[in-house]
Nanobody
Framework: QVQLEESGGGLVQPGESLTLSCVVSGSVGAIDTMGWYRQRPEQGRELIAEISRDGSTFYADSQRGRSTISRVNAKRTVYLEMKNLTREDTAVYFC????????????WGQGTQVTVSS
C-alpha cells in the first residue's frame, strides 16, 4: 500500500519561510512526477509546483519566485520551500506523486495545515 505523508506545516508569521516535506512509503516500483497542491479556505485545490524524476520543474504563475520544489529520489521525498509567506498562503498543502506499483497511479497525501498569522 502506497502512502504519502506530509510534514513541516504549522503556524508561521507573515514574512517568514517554511519548508514542507513529503515522503512516499510502501511497495513502490518507481516514482515519476511529484508535486504540491494547496487548498485555501472555501476554495478548490490549486497546483503550486511539480517536479519530474530528472528534476525538471513547473510552477504556477503565482508561485514562481516564491516557492522552490525539490526532491531526493533515494529518499522518495519531495520538498517545498516557501518564502515571504503572507496570510493568503494559509491553506492545507497536499503532496501528490505518480507512482508505479502494478500500474502507474496518482496518489495524494492527507495534507498539512499551514497557517500564516501574526
Amino acid at each position: 500500500q502506497v502512502q504519502l505523508e506530509e510534514s513541516g506545516g504549522g503556524l508561521v508569521q507573515p514574512g517568514e519561510s517554511l519548508t514542507l516535506s513529503c515522503v512516499v512509503s510502501g511497495s513502490v516500483g518507481a516514482i515519476d512526477t511529484m508535486g504540491w497542491y494547496r487548498q485555501r479556505p472555501e476554495q478548490g485545490r490549486e497546483l503550486i509546483a511539480e517536479i519530474s524524476r530528472d528534476g525538471s520543474t513547473f510552477y504556477a504563475d503565482s508561485q514562481r519566485g516564491r516557492s522552490t520544489i525539490s526532491r531526493v529520489n533515494a529518499k522518495r521525498t519531495v520538498y517545498l520551500e516557501m518564502k515571504n509567506l503572507t496570510r493568503e498562503d494559509t491553506a492545507v498543502y497536499f503532496c501528490v506523486a505518480r507512482v508505479l506499483t502494478q500500474r502507474w497511479k496518482g496518489y495524494w497525501g492527507q495534507g498539512t495545515q499551514v497557517t500564516v498569522s501574526s
